[in-house]
């Protein structure tokens, strides 16, 4: 899974097929992450905006622009597994690590 640099937006992961998880290990990264949701219209599912709250290192992007906060079952599911539910209603959970997405990395999944 890798994009030219122009298509490393936020928007871009939300097309992928499954759920998005973006993992934003330190305060730069965290920063970066709000400023460009805000840049691309994202904001919470309550209307409030990105800037209003303290991000988490973990957040889950929805393909309706929104973001959330993801709480301690889905940061059970980050650090454990790879779908929601199984067999035909199996759900891809895909683990991006922002630091290596915006830098261009290839390979820029999050592995623990």
């Given amino acids: 899974m890798s994009y030219p640099a ?4 936020l928007t871009a ?15 730069k990264t ?20 990105l800037r209003e709250r303290k991000p988490d290192s ?9 973001v959330n906060f993801i709480g301690f079952a889905g ?4 650090r454990w597994a790879d779908h929601f539910n199984s067999g035909k209603d199996a759900i891809p959970l895909i683990k991006v690590d922002y630091r290596k997405y915006v830098a261009g990395y290839k390979d820029f999944i999050y592995k623990p």
């Avoid at 122009?6 to 937006?9: F, H, K, L, P, V």
């Avoid at 973990?58 to 929104?66: S, W």
């Avoid at 940061?75 to 980050?78: K, L, R, V």
């Fill in 6 to 9: 122009e298509d490393r937006t």
């Fill in 13 to 27: 992961l939300t097309k992928l097929n499954g759920r998005v998880y973006v993992y934003c290990g330190d305060e």
């Fill in 30 to 49: 965290r920063q970066k992450f709000i400023e460009d949701a805000e840049n691309e219209y994202f904001h919470y599912g309550d209307g409030v905006s």
């Fill in 58 to 66: 973990i957040m889950a992007l929805n393909k309706n622009q929104t």
């Fill in 75 to 78: 940061t059970m599911a980050f």
